[in-house]
């Protein structure tokens, strides 16, 4: 495994929502009409193309009626969950946290920009101060535009399956914005807040081959086993 190292991500913060170390990056008190918070890591263009497959855990200590945030999302626009789904451009994918007054919800969402989300939950009562393991994927053979996947589990081994949710997606995208941990601003709503952390996000993207550096033809050829 090769976790995501946060101290190297970029953190928008004024307000001291955010904090992390090498692998783990917390959420306190995120709440939803205080300003904008986030943590991402620039990819590069289209970097996220195709199918992918990420391993990431999550944790919620404590949730508020209508307490939103996103453990991981895709985009290519930067902001927090809210600003990138009101964009009348902003696309993505997330799994996230979402409480709706008293349901305490792990969901699964595309962004289709405008503010339109399609979303898939996972909505328990033990989903607050239980750690949940998420396998986070997209098949792109299956459907017009691929499926969105997430699935959940009460173990680190993934051996406990709690669901599986699903979304058809709407459009065939390729992100670049790789965020762990987004607030989910929205201007003139009450201070819903949530309180927590993810860890060890692996993309698991296999690492360059490594090439040897030959300094002559001869050692070229001994290291083949040709003298």
Sequence with gaps: MAYEDFTTYTEVDTQGFLSQTASKATFTALGRRVAVAYLYSDKGAAHFAGDFEHLLTAYVSASDTYGSCAFHLLGNELGDMGQVSASATGKGVAIRWYENAGAKA????????????YSDDYAHADNVGNVRYIKFKRVESVGTYGTLYAYIYSDAEMTSLLDTLSLALHSKED????????????????????????????????????????TSMASKMIAAGLL
Excluded: W
């Design 106 to 117: 792990y969901r699964l969402s595309e962004i289709v920009g405008s503010s339109t989300l």
């Design 175 to 214: 992100y670049r914005y790789c965020y762990v941990t987004s607030g989910h601003y929205v201007n003139g709503s009450p201070d819903y807040f949530c309180t927590g952390y993810v860890e060890n996000l692996d993309l698991q993207e296999a690492a360059a081959p490594t090439q040897k550096v030959y």
